[in-house]
């Protein structure tokens, strides 16, 4: 065994050592600005949904309003046909008294058949648009799917105000994500500028160190210490600058895209509120027309009756109500999508 200044070396069976490290950080300016980073990513991936929420919404507005139009020119036609099949009738009577030609029972008979052929047409029509809508809400398609609604009613609960209120930039889910943007890039420029600044860590250590060869005779040496640890950048050969100015840059295009989206919110909102307009005049001018050719065909219808009138009359009258009701319908409907894209572009 080796020897040192004659003394004998002791040697335990013994030796184990328990302890406590910690190792802290004080302050380091990236990861405080990282977290605030993962808080503001997530809030963006919050916009990002609610602007594909938007999206299906609106296509599920879209998919139904052709339906609803559907549903309403089919029952006109219906009413129209009822009214034809009592004329038909009514004439074929006459006629058998004498007082009708064949010709007129003709030129009913072919009014008829024409709005049943049209009828036939509307309801695959329906099919068709209704099978778009199921897709559109994500609905099985080889299911049955009732829809309900007026478009009159979705025309009374307009409302005036949307045509003179001040724009609420906040409603559209694509302008608070471009706020998220620039949330997110200021904190990219705070995150490589935190990169001049200095780190801080605290260690420190506590332990216990045993010795001996059995419990009974064996002793136990504490050991403490503390301390810091302090990182300064002195140079990185102006990298950091670099990632600083474009982080800088990147910001800047943002803000740009920000003030670009904003007049584009309101050119769509200008243009959707004059669509409105227009589309509300043109609904008053076709009601005013259905009115005028519903008294005509009404009055044409008394004329033949009484013997007074002619069955040429009688379809001219009502060829002219049937146009005008297409007319009248075409506007109403786009009076709705008018007021839909209205209240879209505001966020509604």
Same mark, same amino acid.
């Given at each position: 065994?080796?020897?040192?200044?004659?003394?004998?070396?002791?040697?335990?069976?013994?030796?184990?050592?328990?302890?406590?490290?910690?190792?802290?950080?004080?302050?380091?300016?990236?990861?405080?600005?990282?977290?605030?980073? $993962?808080?503001?990513?997530?809030?963006?991936?919050?916009?990002?949904?609610?602007?594909?929420?938007?999206?299906?919404?609106?296509?599920?507005?879209?998919? *139904?309003?052709?339906?609803?139009? !559907?549903?309403?020119?089919?029952?006109?036609?219906?009413?129209?046909?009822?009214?034809?099949?009592?004329?038909?009738?009514?004439?074929?009577?006459?006629?058998?008294?004498?007082?009708?030609?064949?010709? =007129?029972? =003709?030129?009913?008979?072919?009014?008829?058949?024409?709005?049943?052929?049209?009828?036939?047409?509307?309801?695959?029509?329906?099919?068709? $648009?209704?099978?778009?809508?199921?897709?559109?809400?994500? *609905?099985?398609?080889?299911?049955?799917?009732?829809?309900?609604?007026?478009?009159?009613?979705?025309?009374?609960?307009?409302?005036? =105000?949307?045509?003179? $209120?001040?724009?609420?930039?906040?409603?559209?889910?694509?302008?608070?994500?471009?706020?998220?943007?620039?949330?997110?890039?200021?904190?990219?420029?705070?995150?490589?500028?935190?990169?001049?600044?200095?780190?801080?860590?605290?260690?420190?250590?506590?332990?216990?160190?045993?010795?001996?060869?059995?419990?009974?005779?064996?002793?136990?040496?504490?050991?403490?210490?503390?301390?810091?640890?302090?990182?300064?950048?002195?140079?990185?050969?102006?990298?950091?600058?670099?990632?600083?100015?474009?982080?800088?840059?990147?910001?800047?295009?943002?803000?740009?895209?920000?003030?670009?989206?904003?007049?584009?919110?309101?050119?769509?909102?200008?243009?959707?509120?004059?669509?409105?307009?227009?589309?509300?005049?043109? !609904?008053?001018?076709?009601?005013?027309?259905?009115?005028? $050719?519903?008294?005509?065909?009404?009055?044409?219808?008394?004329?033949?009756?009484?013997?007074?009138?002619?069955?040429?009359?009688?379809?001219?009258?009502?060829?002219?109500?049937?146009?005008?009701?297409?007319?009248?319908?075409?506007?109403?409907?786009?009076?709705?999508?008018?007021?839909?894209?209205?209240?879209?572009?505001?966020?509604?």
């Amino acid at each position: 065994m080796p020897m040192d200044s004659g003394e004998p070396s002791i040697f335990f069976r013994n030796s184990f050592t328990l302890g406590l490290n910690l190792d802290a950080m004080i302050f380091d300016g990236s990861y405080f600005t990282g977290l605030q980073a $993962a808080k503001a990513y997530r809030n963006y991936v919050a916009q990002e949904l609610a602007i594909q929420q938007r999206a299906v919404k609106n296509n599920v507005i879209n998919a *139904y309003l052709p339906v609803l139009l !559907l549903n309403e020119n089919i029952e006109i036609l219906n009413k129209n046909i009822a009214n034809l099949e009592k004329l038909v009738f009514e004439t074929k009577e006459l006629y058998k008294a004498g007082f009708a030609e064949q010709l =007129d029972i =003709d030129r009913l008979q072919l009014s008829l058949t024409n709005i049943e052929v049209e009828r036939e047409n509307l309801l695959r029509q329906k099919n068709v $648009a209704l099978s778009n809508l199921k897709f559109a809400m994500g *609905y099985p398609v080889d299911q049955d799917l009732e829809v309900i609604g007026d478009l009159e009613e979705i025309t009374a609960e307009a409302e005036d =105000d949307d045509l003179v $209120a001040a724009i609420n930039f906040k409603l559209r889910p694509e302008f608070e994500l471009i706020d998220r943007g620039i949330e997110l890039n200021e904190l990219n420029v705070r995150y490589n500028r935190s990169g001049y600044l200095p780190s801080l860590r605290a260690f420190g250590a506590y332990q216990y160190a045993f010795q001996g060869n059995n419990s009974s005779d064996g002793f136990w040496a504490p050991t403490s210490y503390i301390g810091a640890r302090l990182s300064i950048p002195i140079f990185d050969g102006l990298q950091r600058k670099a990632m600083v100015q474009r982080a800088r840059l990147d910001l800047e295009l943002v803000r740009i895209q920000r003030d670009e989206l904003m007049n584009a919110i309101k050119l769509e909102v200008a243009n959707a509120r004059t669509n409105y307009l227009n589309a509300k005049e043109r !609904l008053a001018a076709q009601q005013r027309n259905l009115d005028l $050719a519903q008294r005509i065909y009404d009055t044409t219808q008394i004329k033949y009756r009484e013997g007074v009138g002619s069955s040429l009359e009688v379809n001219q009258a009502e060829q002219s109500l049937y146009t005008t009701q297409s007319n009248y319908m075409q506007a109403l409907y786009d009076l709705v999508t008018a007021r839909s894209a209205l209240q879209q572009a505001l966020g509604k």
